[in-house]
């Protein structure tokens, strides 16, 4: 099968596209045949190494966790699924090895869902990391009904699908974002905001008595964060583990198929839609993994693997 692979750490030019075995499908498992795969920062980070204390690695490594494709094969004792299903899936596993830069990847059906209807190939792998870094990281912190929820960098891949699911929970949402972006947040519920100085004089306006819940996806915004926060309220971070020492919540997302069920259902009920910024052939992820390096406005970036059926 054709792959994206490395076999050592290093910025993106250390990809090529390989010839590799088809992955083996074990008990509780399915092979899916990749559509498209999401792509990431946790991607570039682990390929440069920044993941190495805490991720065993086994090279070559195929890199990239999110999928949307098709089920072409399962392994034993996996009632869940069959052949011919549209899935997707957070693939994280318990080392880095085979991943979704690949015309297949394997996944434990704890980490597989169905693919919502309501979303086409690229949009849907768009989905798994970011909106279940989204959906986690608000119930983690209990946001609820009524409650005004402050989200830092709401425009992004995943700021974008967290203020929406804020917005399903019932919450008012203040989402910091440029300028060019606002227009975005407010189809989207929110209230945006602009970066720079003075923001969290631009969020007491809004909210003078304070925000209930910050959720943080940009990093080193915790003066901000801590100037608008109410007496007793939550914030939690994906970037900044310095939140830990100042009462935050340090997140990281974990495989679920439960949850990724649901944000599937939030899709096809018309209430969460993913944003694609744009799209690579799988022979272009090197320029797909830089553009995500540089960072990008606007929703999420994608490799494009396969279109056959």
């Known amino acids: 099968m054709r792959a994206i692979t490395y076999d050592h750490y290093g910025d993106p030019d250390v990809l090529q596209l390989t010839d590799q075995p088809e992955p083996k499908v074990g008990p509780g498992e399915v092979r899916i045949r990749v559509r498209s795969a999401g792509v990431n920062p ?13 991720m065993e690695v086994l090279y070559p490594v195929v890199p990239g966790w999110d999928v949307a494709g098709v089920v072409e094969s399962v392994g034993l004792d996996t009632p869940e699924f069959a052949p011919g299903d549209e899935v997707i899936a957070y ?13 297949y990847v394997t996944a434990p059906v704890r980490t597989v869902a169905a693919k919502p209807a309501a979303l086409d190939w690229d949009q849907a792998a768009g989905l798994p990391l ?19 929820v402050l989200i830092h960098a709401a425009a992004g891949g995943v700021g974008a699908l967290a203020t929406q699911i804020a917005r399903t929970f019932g919450a008012r949402v203040i989402g910091t974002a440029s300028d060019s972006n606002h227009d975005y947040l407010r ?20 909210a003078p008595k304070g925000v209930d819940v910050v959720v943080d996806f940009v990093g080193d915004v915790l003066d901000v964060t801590r100037a608008v926060l109410r007496p007793g309220g939550r914030h939690g971070s994906v970037a900044d583990h310095s939140v830990g020492e100042a009462g935050g919540l340090v997140f990281w997302a974990r495989p679920s198929a439960s949850d990724l ?41 994608v490799v494009r693997v396969s279109r056959d059926e």
């Open 42 to 54: 946790v991607d570039w980070k682990l390929m440069a190494g920044y993941l190495d204390p805490m």
């Open 187 to 206: 189809g989207l519920g929110a209230e945006p905001v602009a970066y720079g100085d003075g923001l969290a004089d631009r969020v007491r306006a809004l």
């Open 130 to 148: 970011a909106g279940l870094t989204a959906y986690q990281l608000l119930t983690r912190l209990g946001v609820g009904e009524g409650e005004t």
């Open 91 to 103: 693939v994280r596993k318990d080392f880095v090895h085979g991943g979704t830069f690949a015309d």
């Open 261 to 301: 069920q649901e944000l599937a259902r939030l899709a096809d009920s018309g209430e969460l839609e993913v944003t694609v910024a744009e799209t690579f052939p799988l022979e272009e992820a090197a320029a797909a993994l830089n553009r995500s390096k540089v960072g990008h406005g606007r929703g999420k970036i």
